[in-house]
């Protein structure tokens, strides 16, 4: 494994050795064949701490400077860019960018990937939740996210809630098409992404040279991994039985939203082969946790606290809390438990909801009909985790507008 000279590289890459190689390890083992990075893949690491998404970067410079308002972006991202007259030529080349499908896209392995991922119901999110908070152990974001106040305090469920929104929308039956809300928000979510950039990169205690661009190519791919990569293998270790299709499925609608979102195409995984070893490189490179770290988890275990429960809700409440927290035992061991600062309890809930997977899984696709049931029984549980965030009210990202765009 060759390491770049470290002049031209933030010196958080390849910081803290020993405590990268610990984190990474358990993920080599699900790599077949070679693992170590070459010359070339570890460059492709360490440049991309360095690099940003071009494409929203110029539409962000350009509202900065008002050519641009978020007016016409929420019209544009609504009815198309040309139902404004006179579009601005950075608006305009934004969503040249996005609507320019790869040739790759197939649309059937969409809508495959949408519905495993639908069938997968509140282990869905729950894994998606659980891989926040492990990847609070490392520092590589955690400043970033404490800068922005994304993730701390009484609005963590909230941050979370709008997350799980785009998910949610991301999976639902046709949601990436120009005109669903899916690809809206994602279109939405990447200029938000280089709108947050721009705005700490101009900042005057930002350290370049540590922790190269705010929002950079490295934590964008890590971010796309956790919604695909490691979100199949914690599922199977959830008692879920994904076959190789349907994972290659799922990867597929994951490297098309990636790609919206932004994601240098060499950072993507064709396969959940290919992807757990740019994975694996990825974890390899990243830097050991901070102040920041205990912060951010604390308050994400006590934000399911504040979810939305109608019957017994202080009950409710409570058994989120210890459920979330058994998880996070579960899948963080002692060692991830502790670097974070949270008590570890026995993880009887995975243990549960393990057993659960495995006879529904192995019973309903017995019967004929029953990779249907799966997917309204998954739709059912998603429903019921979306009213759980949201209550009564409608998830909305758009107030993040007017915190770095003009309105």
Not at 271 to 285: G, I, M, S, V, Y
Request: hydrophobic residues 40%.
């Amino acid at each position: 494994m060759t390491t770049p000279a470290p002049k031209t590289i933030p010196t958080r890459f390849y910081r803290d050795p020993e405590w990268s190689r610990g984190m990474a390890e358990p993920l080599k083992r699900f790599v077949k064949g070679p693992a170590e990075p070459g010359p070339a893949e570890w460059d492709l690491v360490a440049t991309s701490l360095t690099k940003i998404d071009t494409v929203g970067a110029d539409l962000a410079a350009a509202i900065k400077s008002r050519k641009v308002s978020m007016k016409q972006f929420r019209q544009a991202l609504a009815e198309g860019v040309d139902a404004l007259m006179d579009a601005p030529e950075p608006l305009r080349e934004y969503f040249a960018q996005l609507e320019r499908r790869p040739d790759w896209v197939d649309d059937e392995l969409l809508e495959r990937g949408a519905t495993v991922v639908r069938q997968c119901g509140r282990n869905g999110i729950d894994v998606i939740t659980i891989g926040l908070l492990s990847g609070y152990r490392a520092s590589a974001t955690t400043d970033i996210l404490v800068r922005t106040g994304g993730l701390r305090g009484s609005g963590t469920a909230r941050r979370i809630g709008e997350t799980a929104t785009w998910w949610f929308e991301c999976i639902q039956p046709g949601g990436l098409d120009r005109s669903a809300p899916g690809w809206q928000l994602t279109a939405h979510v990447r200029l938000m992404h280089s709108m947050v950039n721009q705005h700490y990169e101009a900042a005057d205690d930002w350290d370049e040279s540590a922790w190269g661009k705010p929002i950079n190519q490295a934590d964008l791919a890590g971010t796309y991994h956790l919604f695909c990569t490691s979100f199949l293998l914690m599922l199977r270790l959830l008692g879920m039985r994904i076959k190789g299709s349907d994972g290659y499925a799922v990867m597929h609608l994951w490297r098309y939203i990636g790609w919206l979102t932004g994601v240098d195409e060499e950072l993507l995984g064709l396969d959940e082969q290919q992807a757990r070893r740019k994975l694996f490189h990825l974890t390899l490179a990243t830097p050991a946790g901070d102040a920041n770290s205990p912060l951010l988890a604390d308050s994400l275990v006590e934000s399911r606290k504040h979810l939305n429960f109608n019957s017994f809700p202080e009950l409710e409440r409570r058994y989120e809390y210890l459920r979330f927290r058994s998880l996070a035992s579960f899948y963080l061991g002692l060692t991830g438990m502790r670097e974070l600062g949270l008590r570890p309890v026995f993880p009887w809930y995975p243990f549960a909801r393990g057993l659960r997977n495995l006879l529904v899984f192995n019973v309903l696709r017995a019967f004929p009909g029953g990779d249907e049931r799966l997917t309204r029984l998954g739709e059912r549980e998603l429903d019921i985790v979306m009213r759980e965030y949201w209550g009564k009210e409608n998830a909305s990202l758009a107030s993040q507008d007017k915190t770095y765009g003009n309105a």
